[in-house]
Each structure stands twice: as structure tokens, then as C-alpha cells.
């Protein structure tokens, strides 16, 4: 059973960093294509990140050069290092995979960008 649990989110300052965890069970996140997504108040899910099973990275426009997709193959974690936070970058943060055409998420993690 494929679990995924998002952890690291918080309150910080315009202009800080934070990273966010997402610890893996039941698949092995080198083998597949993960992925981060964010949705804020009453908007519609967005994607922000992803690192392939090839350690290919891509980036929404929207953070590129601020936020960085990671992923540590020994602890099956996959990490989003998030810096120069913007208000705008308020929401709640998800990690993803499809794993044999199924769509896997865990429960979120809020980060709040506020001074």
C-alpha cells in the first residue's frame, strides 16, 4: 500500500525558506517519478515540482530559481527546499506519484508566507 506523508510546512517571513519532507512506504521513490503540487484558498491544485526516476527535475515558472525538487533514494524521501517564499506561495503542499495509473497523495502540509 503506497503511503505518502508530507511534513516540514509552517509560518515564515517573506523572503525565508523552508523544506518540506515527504516520506514514501510501499514504493521505492527512486523507481518513479514524484512530484509536489500546492493548492491555496480557493484555487484549483497546482503543480510546482518534479524529479523523474532518471533524477530529471522540472519547475513551475512560478518558483523556478526559488524552489528546488530533491530526493534521497536511501531514506525514500523526496524533499522540496522552498527559499525567497513569496506570500503568493501560501497553500497547502501535496506529494504525488502514479504508481500503475493510480494517483497517490498525502495529507498535505501548510506553509503560510506572512510577515
Known amino acids: 500500500q503506497v503511503q505518502l506523508v508530507e511534513s516540514g510546512g509552517g509560518l515564515v517571513q517573506p523572503g525565508g525558506s523552508l523544506r518540506l519532507s515527504c516520506a514514501a512506504s510501499?514504493?521505492?521513490?527512486?523507481?518513479?517519478?514524484m512530484a509536489w503540487y500546492r493548492q491555496a484558498p480557493g484555487k484549483q491544485r497546482e503543480w510546482v515540482a518534479i524529479i523523474s526516476s532518471g533524477d530529471t527535475r522540472n519547475h513551475a515558472d512560478s518558483v523556478k530559481g526559488r524552489f528546488t525538487i530533491s530526493r534521497d533514494n536511501a531514506k525514500n524521501m523526496v524533499y522540496l527546499q522552498m527559499n525567497s517564499l513569496k506570500p503568493e506561495d501560501t497553500a497547502v503542499y501535496y506529494c504525488?506519484?502514479?504508481?500503475?495509473?493510480?494517483?497517490?497523495w498525502g495529507q498535505g502540509t501548510q506553509v503560510t508566507v506572512s510577515s
Open positions: 504525488n506519484v502514479d504508481v500503475r495509473s493510480r494517483r497517490y
Open positions: 510501499g514504493i521505492m521513490v527512486s523507481s518513479y517519478a
